[in-house]
């Protein structure tokens, strides 16, 4: 295999770093600008939040969050951004999209398309206090199809470089903001349909100065590469695939940057200047959410519905890798639906489906250190697990957060309890953990 220059880092990410005064609030380290972290792993390298908390321990500020959508929080600096979805009681009738099979089944209850019109909105929070410094609309209208009820229209988290943040709202558009809230461009890549009304939901990936924008539908699916500047398409790829989440990692291999896509039909990789796919590769299950994670030559790709995959494909070959020794080592039990893994040091996390029945992993060898452990006050999990300062957080989605040790044995730290709902993945960044519940969004930090 050739040599593997080196993962995904952080200086990726810092193409463009902030100026001015703004960024007094913070160091360069003090930041996750997209939403698996600095190193889209879901650790952050040099955060340090509480491992206990509730509604009157370690909370620095909790504000109401406006509207609804999963979208998970990003951090930098002295600055917090979320998009969310505003219904409003004026009511219209959008645009009729047919749907692309017509047999398809039906939508499950609560898919059915509204009729009323929705603010799709961008915001910026003070990162010190919750106060909101910014909320711009970026389009309204009535959406053409609905979700489904644990869903939204507002799921895909924004990305940052700290001058600028973008977000996309798929069937809605992409669109860039600078970090003071000024808009820069917008653009739209046509409308999705999505299966069974599931809803819509793969983040945006950036990688120096390109951004990478996946929708995969029950149309016509294609991953595209805007300029990050100006939105102008770079390129853009058909794609074999119907509706599936997963976004995108990026890795640098031999001097190539690529951009790994997990999907049900293939896992592939794109070479970010060209758009010219590398490899690709079979085995993953329907409804692919979880995205890969990629560390020291490996990219790990995981799914859980109607099956459970998880591989582990090394890095540096082309062609089709399927059921090649490129797979260097895969398991096909209790693995998660909708949470994505988290990869700490040499231990890589998994749920079994939306449970947080957890198994740990080291990541070189597969070697099993603990299976299906229950986090019983846990229970039901949709947020991605993050870590920080050796430890391991996971949200439920009642309000409970119970936090492990990173180590090769199960060891509980804490149990914590909030009086909301969540399904957004938490951001560590410095001394501080945000959780955005459905109500409310929560600053946590030793007090």
């Not at 500020?61 to 409003?88: L, M, N, Y």
């Not at 749907?99 to 010190?128: I, W």
């Not at 939204?152 to 809230?181: E, I, K, Q």
Request: glycine letters at 10%.
């Amino acid at each position: 295999m050739n040599r593997i220059i080196q993962t995904l880092t952080i200086s990726i990410f810092m193409a463009a770093p902030w100026t001015g005064d703004i960024f007094a609030a913070g160091s360069a380290e003090d930041y996750w600008p997209a939403w698996r972290g600095p190193l889209g792993s879901g650790v952050s390298p040099t955060g340090n939040p509480p491992a206990t908390w509730s509604e009157t321990q370690n909370i620095q500020w909790k504000v109401p969050v406006p509207g609804k959508g999963t979208s998970s929080p990003i951090v930098w600096a002295d600055r917090i951004f979320f998009v969310t979805a505003v219904e409003t009681d004026r009511q219209g009738k959008p645009e009729p999209t047919p749907r692309a099979d017509a047999n398809a089944p039906a939508p499950f209850h609560g898919g059915k398309t509204p009729k009323n019109v929705y603010k799709f909105d961008m915001v910026c929070l003070d990162r010190a206090t919750g106060h909101t410094l910014w909320q711009k609309t970026v389009r309204e209208e009535v959406p053409h199809e609905g979700h489904h009820p644990d869903h939204g229209f507002a799921s895909y988290s924004p990305v940052t470089d700290g001058n600028h943040v973008w977000a996309s709202f798929g069937s809605r558009g992409v669109h860039c903001y600078d970090v003071n809230g000024v808009h820069q461009w917008s653009r739209d890549l046509g409308r999705m349909t999505t299966k069974m009304m599931f809803g819509e939901g793969s983040s945006p990936a950036l990688a120096g100065n390109t951004l990478i924008v996946v929708m995969d539908h029950e149309g016509e699916s294609f991953i595209y590469a805007l300029d990050k500047s100006t939105g102008q398409m770079l390129w853009k790829q058909a794609r074999d695939e119907d509706t599936a989440w997963a976004t995108p990692a990026v890795a640098a291999v031999n001097g190539t940057l690529q951009v790994i896509v997990s999907a049900t039909n293939r896992i592939r990789s794109y070479d970010l200047r060209t758009g010219e796919m590398i490899w690709q590769c079979g085995g993953q299950t329907q409804n692919v959410i979880p995205s890969p994670i990629v560390s020291n030559g490996l990219v790990f790709c995981t799914s859980g519905f109607r099956g459970s995959e998880l591989q582990a494909i090394e890095l540096g070959h082309t062609g089709d890798l399927t059921d090649t020794r490129a797979v260097r080592w895969r398991v096909n039990k209790a693995t998660p639906y909708v949470p994505s893994p988290i990869l700490y040091g040499d231990n890589l996390y998994v749920c079994s489906m939306n449970k947080a029945a957890v198994s740990c992993y080291h990541a070189e060898t597969g070697r099993l250190n603990f299976a299906e452990e229950d986090l019983d006050a846990v229970k039901d999990i949709y947020a991605s697990p993050v870590g920080a300062a050796g430890r391991v957080y996971f949200v439920g989605r009642k309000g409970v957060t119970q936090v492990i040790r990173n180590a090769e044995k199960l060891d509980i730290l804490a149990t914590n309890r909030l009086n909301d709902e969540f399904d957004a993945s938490p951001a560590i960044a410095g001394n501080q953990i945000f959780l955005k519940g459905k109500r409310n969004l929560y600053c946590i930090r030793q007090r």
